[in-house]
């Protein structure tokens, strides 16, 4: 008997759902873990700045050590917190040869001062090495330069965002991925020889253009092939260990390379091997499915099928051809063209989309500010940044074991306003840096479970139809707001603690706008706009699904499953994904979402 209905999912079970073949696009991901995290925090350690004062050569030639010389040329400047300091930036205006030799020693307030020019640097605390701004003096009226950086890195990420989206939905996602890490590398390499800031500015712009698709095109196209019985194992195994490993690494491997520019050229190496992707890695065969190309998904996965042992039926094979063809037909015969603007047509589902967009917003700025203000923090930034990265484990660990009890909205208000209390305590504990290091880390750590809740909630709030383009919006907003991050922290050079308070703030705010949206747990998502516009209307503000008795009991229904039903829909999403590729987006999503309910539904 040939089945009528046969789509990927049916199949895929006789491919083998976790088989030899599986295991090697596992381990697939680590380059593409190792390559995002070097994209991402390699330039925070080529613009660290370490310790800095204004050099003055003659009295260097007088045989005064650092310490005397600093005491004898600083200009005394009032800080902050009203304190006397000695200026990095400003000298007395004064001849320190003649004055010398006359054996004056002490420095009288009275002297007239000005802009120093050339500066030393206590090497010892950033690492021992020269960072991009020690050698080129990014610091004084400069410092906000390796700042201007971070911001065009993220410039260049909504713009890569969008190209490569575009791309992997024309080309596949392969040569996608392939594209990103070329580009990754070039940007790496060129990167290694800037000498101004000009250079600098454009190569990490096209840097950023690769944020953060190098990693995520691997992660989806792997993903695809995977059963949803081993997606947990990949989806937060490989993530766990692959990209804490990497960031947990990479600042002892600038410590040890010890040379910016080497440290940023090495890290085009991975990138250049992964294009060996090309030629090993298959297309994703549901892309494949999606632009009508039957044939070459067939040979794909007899191949797969072959290496994992298997074989798959002929009548499952021709099940999936016809299907495959009656579902390109109905896209073609069915115009449903629903748009992301129809989100602000209606009242409710305009207020939901609005608030899941600023909520994403303050939590791209919190968690990227937090992983940034590492540089901020009254400890070593070499141990900080390691310590920091290592809560990213037990914080998945813990999202896992409550998600699906508690709830997105509550548990999304409870671990930001927690995130925003530990940032705000530090302003208690002044003289006490260990105190306000765990404190910051500890509200880094709230931050990071938030930020999974996020990637999920805005995808279950919106409505099937404009979902993927709608979750592309947001991530795209989430973007634009994360440039704001690195000039909170850059305040820190005003004052230590305005980057936390302000991170603070602003996740006690995002926590309150949590409120506001409906709760997704144990809820059958929206389908159709109007759906949309219903969702959640009969939950009272308290509604929490702990406590309180399901007025919908259905069993949890997961994206996947609704798009088991009309495939048009299905079909349309990834056909018309156009926009920050959406497709990837929105399966990553799916798949995440199917391993959290996995548990739950036995
Ligand atoms: C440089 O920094 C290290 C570590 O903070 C410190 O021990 C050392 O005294 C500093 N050297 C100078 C010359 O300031
Ligand atoms: C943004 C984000 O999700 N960061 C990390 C939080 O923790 C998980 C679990 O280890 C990591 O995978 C994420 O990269």
Not at 563 to 575: M, N, T, V
Not at 578 to 599: A, C, F, M, N
Request: net charge neutral; glycine share 6%; hydrophobic share 50%.
């Amino acid at each position: 008997m040939e089945s009528e209905y046969v789509d990927f999912d049916d199949v895929l079970p006789y491919v083998g759902e976790f088989g030899t073949y599986h295991w090697l696009l596992f381990f697939g991901l680590a380059p593409a873990s190792f390559n995002l995290a070097l994209i991402y925090f390699v330039q925070f350690f080529i613009t660290l700045t370490p310790d800095y004062w204004c050099a003055v050569e003659a009295l260097k030639d007088a045989g005064l050590s650092a310490e005397e010389r600093r005491n004898f040329s600083a200009v005394i400047e009032l800080n902050s917190q009203g304190e006397e300091e000695r200026s990095r930036c400003k000298i007395y205006d004064v001849d320190y040869v003649a004055l010398m030799k006359a054996g004056v020693r002490t420095a009288n307030t009275s002297w007239p001062s000005r802009d120093c020019q050339a500066w030393e640097y206590n090497l010892t605390t950033a690492g021992n090495y020269h960072s991009i701004v020690s050698e080129l003096n990014w610091v004084c009226d400069k410092d906000w330069y390796a700042t201007l950086a971070q911001s065009m890195f993220f410039i260049g990420a909504v713009f890569g965002g969008l190209l490569f989206g575009w791309a992997a939905d024309r080309y596949g996602r392969v040569p996608a991925m392939v594209a990103t890490n070329i580009l990754a590398a070039l940007a790496s390499l060129l990167t290694a020889l800037s000498t101004s800031l000009a250079d600098f500015l454009v190569y990490r712009f096209l840097a950023g253009m690769t944020f953060d698709n190098i990693f995520v095109m691997m992660y989806v196209l792997v993903l695809e092939y995977v059963g949803p019985l081993r997606r947990t194992l990949v989806a937060n195994l490989a993530i766990a260990l692959f990209y804490m490993g990497a960031t947990v690494a990479l600042p002892w491997l600038a410590v040890w390379v010890a040379n910016w520019r080497l440290l940023t050229a090495l890290a085009s190496v991975p990138m250049i091997v992964s294009c060996i992707a090309h030629w090993v890695l298959p297309e994703s065969a549901r892309w494949l499915l999606s632009q009508g190309r039957v044939e070459e998904t067939i040979k794909i996965l007899k191949s797969i099928a072959n290496l994992n042992g298997r074989i798959i039926p002929p009548n499952m094979v021709q099940g999936l051809r016809r299907t495959a063809l009656q579902e390109l037909e109905d896209t073609k015969t069915k115009d449903l063209s629903a748009s992301i603007l129809d989100l602000f047509k209606t009242p409710r589902l305009r207020r939901i989309t609005i608030a899941a967009s600023v909520l994403w917003m303050l939590l791209s700025i919190v968690y990227d500010g937090h992983a940034r203000n590492v540089a901020n923090l009254p400890m070593d930034v070499f141990n900080a940044f390691t310590i920091a990265s290592a809560t990213e484990l037990p914080a998945d660990l813990l999202l896992i074991a409550t998600l699906d009890r508690w709830g997105r909205r509550w548990l999304a208000f409870g671990t930001l306003v927690f995130s925003g209390f530990f940032s705000i305590l530090t302003l208690a504990f002044p003289d006490d840096p260990l105190a306000v290091a765990v404190l910051a880390i500890i509200g880094r750590f709230c931050v990071n479970i938030t930020y999974n809740i996020g990637l999920q909630y805005a995808a279950e709030l919106l409505p099937t139809v404009v979902r993927a383009q709608g979750v592309a919006g947001v991530h795209i907003a989430g973007y634009v707001a994360a440039l704001l991050s690195p000039v909170i922290v850059y305040m820190g050079s005003i004052n230590k603690f305005i980057p936390l308070v302000v991170l603070g703030v602003a996740a006690v705010t995002g926590g309150c706008i949590a409120l506001l949206l409906p709760e997704t747990l144990h809820r059958d998502l929206p389908q159709t706009l109007a759906d949309g516009e219903q969702f959640g209307k009969d939950q009272k503000f308290c509604y929490f699904p702990c406590i309180a008795e399901d007025t919908q009991p259905t069993h949890p229904l997961s994206l996947g499953e609704i798009g088991q039903q009309p495939s048009f829909i299905r079909h349309r999403s990834s056909l018309r994904a156009s926009l920050r590729g959406e497709t990837y987006r929105s399966s990553l999503i799916k798949h995440r979402r199917e391993v959290i309910y996995l548990p739950m539904l036995d």
